[in-house]
């Protein structure tokens, strides 16, 4: 599975958007690409996926270049509660998840 | 609908005992997760189940480790004899089979293990 590169972390005002970047130049035609978070301690929530089209849930959105090297997650509105380790990861139908470092994003007041 | 639920949420044995973490998957899920996440490290993946069979165990760190999901519904996994390095917090995520549009494993809130 293909490796990302996320940065450590990122801060963000509350209420403003928050777009956490993710490079993932060695993806594979057949890979998605896949985004979790961990609030805290808690276990890892899923937020949003991609193969290729941009994606939008009620949680965010994802962008995915054309050559889709690079993906942008976008948290439109973010709030206290969007605190967290925030994670992107590569993965083909029978692999299986693989966590880097994510980055992690704090949202201030 | 329930989520993926994970027994006991806290564990704390000494060195040389055994431990038993239970994880009961969301109803319909053929597909169970374990991962972990030791002090300081990045969360690890276990093993998968698909039903009662183990589709890939790369993961598990040695024989000190037994997974078992008999009748494919609940899974454990039991450390025999427990380490001080296995202590951590261990996850357990179950899925659909994957879809056209992908695969979304959900989280339970995982186990504590604390080794003394």
């Known amino acids: 599975d293909a490796k990302t590169t996320q940065p450590p972390s990122m801060d963000c005002a509350e209420g403003r958007a928050a777009n956490l970047p993710c490079n993932h130049s060695t993806i594979s035609g057949n890979e998605y690409v896949y985004w979790y978070r961990q609030i805290h301690s808690q276990g890892p929530q899923y937020i949003i996926h991609?193969?290729?089209n941009n994606e939008t849930n009620e949680m965010a959105s994802l962008i995915i270049t054309e050559d889709r090297k690079s993906s942008t997650l976008i948290l439109p509105h973010a709030t206290l509660r969007d605190t967290a380790v925030y994670y992107c990861i590569v993965v083909r139908d029978t692999g299986k998840l693989i966590f880097g470092q994510g980055t992690t994003l704090q949202v201030k007041p | 609908e329930a989520g993926v639920t994970q027994f006991p949420s806290h564990s704390v044995i000494e060195k040389g005992q055994t431990v038993t973490l239970r994880c009961d998957p969301i109803?319909?899920?053929?597909?169970l997760y374990w991962y972990r996440r030791v002090m300081g490290k990045e969360i690890k993946f276990l093993l998968h189940f698909v039903k009662e069979s183990k589709q890939d165990e790369s993961g598990m760190p040695n024989n000190r480790f037994l997974a078992e999901r008999t009748g494919g519904t609940y899974s454990t996994l039991k450390v025999q004899p427990a380490e001080l390095e296995d202590s951590g917090v261990y996850f357990c995520?179950?899925?659909?089979?994957?879809?056209?549009?992908?695969?979304?494993?959900?989280f339970g809130p995982g186990t504590r293990l604390t080794v003394l």
């Open positions: 109803s319909g899920h053929d597909n």
């Open positions: 995520a179950s899925s659909q089979d994957w879809l056209a549009g992908g695969r979304l494993e959900f």
């Open positions: 991609g193969l290729k």
